[in-house]
């Protein structure tokens, strides 16, 4: 298994620019997620998806859309591209969400990361 | 507003001590916690989750739940170089997991 893969994994846009990072996952898992992540600080949420054809937004989701019409693929598409969105990009995927009876299924399964800079 | 916080640190142990991470979350809706270790420059990997109050081992790894007091810590015993990386909070609300802390930073000194 690849696990969770993203491309590109660097790129320079320049302001008003648009681009889409991809993700794709080979564990057949439910949920996919968008995260960014600024220098020395946590993960934020971007959107999250339960399935294919069902998205949703999560913390800070403007300035970006997904769409998710296959189980594996989860692109993120930047519209006018803005400084404001110069931040390393995580994509992840759980099989569901948190800890049940039969055990561990929350794991996310996080990619390597796509580093944005906006100029 | 669902808030986790960490202390940013860094936090600095010697190899072979004890390293002792908190968490501390304002939901009461938190139901289990993920602990996240994440290397400089690299993507976060799962190193525990705990979801019963008291404590879970994992090898070098203890985890600790304490829900009435809205806090959950990790500790790592025989501190290696090797640990040296952030460690990210994450807990699981009303069947949610959306939510990361802003990591504590640990460097272990050879």
């Known amino acids: 298994n690849a696990g969770v893969t993203q491309t590109p994994k660097f790129r320079i846009l320049k302001i008003g620019q648009s681009m889409t990072l991809q993700c794709t996952q080979d564990m057949n898992h439910n949920y996919m997620y968008w995260y960014r992540q600024d220098p020395g600080m946590g993960l934020k949420l971007i959107y999250y998806?339960?399935?294919?054809?069902?998205?949703d937004k999560g913390e800070v989701p403007n300035g970006y859309n997904v769409s998710r019409s296959t189980t594996e693929d989860f692109p993120l598409r930047l519209e006018l591209a803005a400084p404001s969105q110069t931040s390393v990009y995580f994509c992840?995927?759980?099989?569901?969400?948190?800890?049940?009876?039969?055990?561990?299924?929350?794991?996310?399964?996080f990619g390597p990361g796509t580093r944005l800079l906006v100029l | 507003q669902k808030e986790v916080e960490q202390n940013s640190g860094p936090l600095s142990v010697p190899e072979g001590a004890i390293a002792s991470l908190n968490c501390t979350y304002s939901d009461r809706g938190s139901q289990s916690f993920f602990w996240y270790r994440q290397y400089s420059g690299k993507s976060p990997e799962l190193i525990m989750f705990i979801y019963s109050n008291g404590d879970k081992e994992d090898g070098r790894f203890t985890a600790q739940l304490n829900k009435a007091s809205q806090y959950v810590s990790l500790l790592i015993r025989d501190s290696q170089p090797s640990d040296s990386a952030t460690y990210l909070c994450?807990?699981?609300?009303?069947?949610?997991?959306?939510?990361f802390g802003t990591g504590t930073s640990l460097t272990v000194i050879p």
């Open positions: 998806s339960v399935g294919a054809g069902i998205t």
């Open positions: 994450a807990p699981v609300v009303f069947g949610n997991q959306f939510y």
């Open positions: 992840a995927s759980s099989y569901s969400i948190g800890v049940k009876r039969e055990g561990n299924i929350g794991t996310q399964y």
